[in-house]
């Protein structure tokens, strides 16, 4: 009831003033003359004092993972960027001073898949409430899917959703674009308006193509131009399960998605891009079969990237338990072995990112039965913590950790970042201020209600696992401007 309260509430305040921009952009094809929020005040209103200001960071630990660099040493920024790294310039004067003794300076997390709920289901996030958990985790660049509503096929739109992240200051927002018209697989979109607009590639999200010449078409088209295509493989019908295939789901009596509905999909879409020389982004594989055909692919030196989510990077099939719908998650989760293999590939850079594949899923979905709930969990505040924690499980340096949520998403992102492309996800004088600073010593327990991000659902929560996570965030700052300082203790 509660939950349903909340939808209520969030659908009679905010969803007619956010809709109605958006929809007023796919009437009139441009981004309205607007600056209101989300409850019809002026954006950025409650951010005047994130200003640019002379930072310093002092007594940290530097981490960058693009160098290898990893020494204490204080960090200077002035008008969005980094002045320097070590000496101090004497006639610096900074306006304010993050205290960073036994804590990490590292770059700002880039997260390469979080889905943001706007525009078309603000009950379930906003960008105000999704963007602020993405600073509260440390990350300070994401990529999110074109399934919205609408879906992000025309410029208009994707320029608004650019337009009202940026408004907010909280954290880059690099928007894909549907490869298709409404996600239908049967119509490919104006790639290259899309790109103007601020798309960093083209997806399909979770919708498969099933049309088997639209795929080669796209690619193709995609290949001319330079552009990115993002896939998650799966083949349209082998995977309308809701479980891995498995002794677990047929205990449960749970309709099965066969690994080969990964493998199937995956050999089509490798086979496509020796075809075409397309570049082809894989989104959160999830089976050790799928990992052997991507290093396979790799070794070809085929132009392949891929990533995978902590879901699958921490849990398996086993953890569904008895029907448990936080479990309910996409891809589903597998067996052990393929865990394993999963968490060796990210390690050896087999798979280049680690990501949250943050989907808020507003409470009353996931109340119903595991085959009809919602799949979906929050992660964009648990990114980091996890991925320390698989990197401290691992036996990993905190270079080789950072460097799957820092300068390997960056380089999947490649040229599509512009003049970003050179500083993002690493720590250089110079570069951008996108910095994530965090005590890797601190431990924290993952309660839901006192997460950031407006879905409060994770298969992580301490009321569910009994365990800690390390690692807490201090501070995050964009550009230079501090997006999140932790309370005080």
């Known amino acids: 009831m509660r939950g349903g309260l909340r939808q209520a509430q ?24 607007t600056n209101l929020g989300p409850l019809g005040t ?39 960027r980094i002045l320097t790294i070590g000496q101090v310039p004497a006639d610096f004067q900074a306006q304010r001073v993050i205290d960073a003794a036994g804590c990490i300076v590292a770059p700002g997390l880039v997260d390469l898949a979080a889905r943001l709920r706007e525009p078309g289901h603000e009950h379930e996030g906003m960008l105000e409430s999704e963007l602020n958990a993405a600073a509260a985790g440390g990350v300070t660049s994401l990529v999110c899917p074109p399934d919205t509503d609408p879906t992000l096929d025309e410029p208009g739109l994707v320029e608004m959703l650019k337009f009202r992240a940026r408004k907010l200051s909280l954290c880059r927002l690099f928007p894909l674009g549907a490869l298709t018209r409404g996600l239908a697989g049967e119509v490919l979109t104006e790639m290259a308006e899309l790109t103007e607009a601020g798309c960093v590639g083209f997806s399909q999200a979770d919708v498969p193509i099933i049309d088997t010449l639209v795929l080669p078409r796209a690619l193709q088209y995609a290949a001319t131009f330079g552009y990115t295509v993002w896939l998650r493989p799966q083949d349209g019908w082998l995977g309308k399960g809701v479980a891995a295939s498995g002794a677990v789901a ?15 999909a995956l050999l089509t879409i490798i086979e496509l891009v020796r075809i075409t020389g397309a570049r082809v982004h894989l989104c959160r594989l999830s089976s050790a079969a799928g990992v052997a055909l991507l290093r396979a692919a790799k070794a070809e030196g085929l132009p392949i990237t891929a990533d995978v989510s902590i879901n699958s990077l921490h849990l398996t099939d086993v953890d569904i338990g008895f029907f448990n ?9 597998r067996q052990g072995s ?27 979905m996931k ?32 270079t080789t950790t950072l460097a799957r949520v820092t300068s390997g998403p960056v380089r999947v992102l490649g040229d599509a970042l512009g003049s970003l492309a050179s500083s993002a ?49 201090r501070a995050t700052l964009v550009a230079g401007t501090v997006a999140y300082a932790a309370p005080a203790a």
């Open 42 to 80: 002026p954006l950025g209103r409650h951010f005047d004092d994130r200003i640019v200001m002379k930072i310093l960071i002092k007594g940290g630990r530097v981490v960058n993972p693009a160098t290898g660099r990893d020494e204490l040493a204080d960090v200077a920024i002035a008008t969005g």
């Open 250 to 264: 047929t205990r449960l009596g749970l309709s099965g998605v066969p690994v080969a509905a990964e493998t199937v």
């Open 425 to 473: 996800g690493q720590l250089v004088p110079g570069g951008v201020a996108d910095v994530c600073v965090f005590d890797p010593g601190a431990t924290w327990t993952v309660q839901p209600g006192s997460l950031l991000s407006q879905g409060k659902h994770t298969p992580f929560a301490f009321d569910a696992t009994g365990t800690a996570l390390p690692g807490r965030v």
């Open 338 to 364: 393929d865990r394993d293999a999963l968490r060796a590939a990210l390690a050896d850079g087999t798979l280049d990112a680690l990501v949250s594949d943050h989907t808020p899923v507003e409470g009353d």
């Open 367 to 398: 109340t119903l039965p595991f085959g009809e709930a919602e799949p979906g969990a929050t992660g964009l505040e648990l990114l980091l913590s996890l991925a320390l924690k698989w990197g401290a499980d691992s036996g990993l340096p905190v």
């Open 10 to 33: 969030v659908s009679t305040q905010v969803l007619p003033c956010v809709r109605a921009q958006y929809i007023a952009v796919r009437v009139s094809g441009s981004v309205p003359p």
């Open 325 to 333: 719908p936080a479990m309910r998650l996409t891809p589903p989760l």
